[in-house]
């Protein structure tokens, strides 16, 4: 509004100044000073009308020619209108540069695809994963493996395969496809191989679960027939039913073994950490296993660590009893079996040691998987299910410590439960001596050793073997 006051005011100064030179100079004069001011108006208009047209054809960035005159506040607030714009902006592209900075730090590759499939933009992860380099390029120039036509055919929101790509070798990828705004798409790739394992695990458990029980239910569907369809004498029976409950018996130990396990896994139950009398209840076991046994094997007992351990006495038993039952089964009539407990490397240890069978290397690395057997026949003939050492290791876990086990074929096997130095409680008359965990054990007895007399972790690494427990 005061811009048009302003210019009215000085439209009706210019004319009142023509009309007083009209009234006391004379008409021409009057004229003249219109005419000049016209010409001087048009003139000033013109050049300020170059220098903005100039600006406009500039980089954005470039501030306003000053406004004169009746442009002044017109132009003042136009140049800030501009500058906001260019701060915009300004802030605008470092954002942008921010997002494509942490976009590239994520570790999954993003493409994104114009309507015909080439590459508009990657990021860091996608260059590497693919190589791709440059835009404008079909992306199956980078990606050849077949199943991506499909995949990019394919209507279906978030539509996806697993591919290996060159010179990543072991590892699997998801190519995961979603549609963007307009005909773009976004392609994401994955490393999806920890899944993927997980995956095969859970569906080889389900296979394994599946195959050790078709093997009892078929016999003992087998022997119910048998017993409700022929006559048979009373000896007969007996020997028939018999087999069915020795079938039973196997189909119930694996699933309380199941049940152990999972229970074990699931890791909603807290253990219930507290003081273990290690050598009581290392007596008991052996006590148990000696009765196992029935007079086939010398089993001896030294004790030579602290009394007590901080331990779920549930868990640890069932490690030891394992341990034990193992030697037993694969121990033939005569063998040794040594049960030891003691301090060594800072670590608590109980150590089972056999003179049985033995383990050929090759299958050490996998001896504490589920269901894996040596010697399949060997462990169900003796009530095994697979998935003894499975649940040693996972209680292990749970305390923090490890397995390792030693075996060589024909010289018997020894496997320890290290306990970590924190869960040793030390004994009230030796607690003015250094920490139990500072304290090391005296080399191994000769007599109780399955090879060859030294310690576990002093054999050749090729037959000894510390199980990790993560898992
Ligand atoms: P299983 O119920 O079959 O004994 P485990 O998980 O306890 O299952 O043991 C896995 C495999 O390790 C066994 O099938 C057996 O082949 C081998 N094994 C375990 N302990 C011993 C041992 N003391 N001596 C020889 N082989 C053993």
Redesign the pocket.
């Known amino acids: 509004m005061r811009l048009v006051i302003r210019n009215l005011a000085a439209v009706l100064a210019a004319v009142l100044i023509a009309a007083l030179l009209d009234a006391y100079v004379s008409e021409r004069a009057a004229v003249w000073w219109l005419g000049f001011v016209l010409v001087v108006y048009a003139l000033s208009e013109t050049a300020y009308l170059a220098r903005l047209h100039h600006w406009a054809t500039l980089p954005r960035n470039r501030s306003l020619p000053a406004g004169y005159g009746p442009w002044r506040a017109l132009i003042a607030r136009l140049s800030r209108f501009v500058r906001q714009e260019v701060d915009a902006q300004g802030e605008l592209a470092s954002e942008l540069a921010r997002i494509h900075a942490a976009v590239d730090q994520l570790p999954d590759g993003l493409v994104v695809l114009d309507r015909y499939d080439h590459v508009l933009w990657a990021n860091d992860a996608a260059e590497s994963l693919h190589g791709i380099f440059g835009t404008r390029r079909p992306i199956h120039h980078f990606i050849r493996q077949p199943e991506l036509a499909n995949l990019l055919a394919s209507n279906e929101p978030g539509s996806s395969i697993r591919v290996e790509l060159p010179g990543r070798p072991g590892r699997i990828y998801e190519l995961l496809l979603h549609r963007a705004q307009g005909d773009q798409k976004l392609l994401i790739t994955r490393d999806v191989t920890e899944r993927a394992k997980l995956d095969a695990m859970r569906s080889d458990f389900v296979a394994n679960v599946s195959h050790e029980i078709r093997t009892p239910v078929t016999v003992i569907a087998g022997f119910a027939e048998t017993l409700l369809t022929l006559e048979l004498d009373a000896e007969q029976r007996r020997q028939y039913l018999e087999s069915i409950l020795a079938q039973s018996l196997t189909m119930q130990r694996l699933v309380d073994d199941l049940l152990t396990i999972s229970s074990l896994e699931s890791d909603t139950q807290a253990l219930d950490d507290e003081p273990v009398d290690v050598p009581a209840l290392l007596e008991r076991l052996v006590d148990e296993a000696r009765a196992l046994s029935a007079g086939r094997h010398e089993i001896s007992l030294a004790i030579d660590g602290p009394r007590r351990v901080l331990a779920s006495p549930g868990e640890l038993e069932s490690a030891v009893r ?2 034990l ?3 037993i ?3 033939s009539d005569g063998g040794r079996i040594a049960v030891d407990w003691r301090v060594q490397d800072a670590e608590g240890r109980i150590s ?1 040691r ?1 003179t ?4 050929a290397p090759e ?1 050490l690395p996998r ?2 998987e589920r269901f ?5 026949g ?3 003939a ?11 290791k996972r209680i292990l876990a749970r305390h923090q410590g490890h397995l390792r086990f030693d ?1 060589a074929p024909g010289r ?2 020894t ?1 320890v439960l290290c306990l970590p130095a924190a869960r040793l409680i030390p004994d009230a008359a030796t607690a003015a001596q250094p920490p139990v965990a500072a304290r090391t054990a005296a080399p191994a007895d000769d007599n109780t050793t399955a090879s060859e007399g030294a310690p576990i972790d002093q054999r050749p690494s090729s037959t000894s073997r510390s199980e990790p427990t993560g898992a």
């Open positions: 394992n341990l039952t193992n030697a089964r694969y121990t089972v056999d049985g069978i033995g383990i299958h001896l504490a894996y057997r040596v010697d399949r060997r462990s169900r003796t009530g095994g299910t697979g998935l003894g050492l499975a649940i040693v075996s018997g096997s496997f």
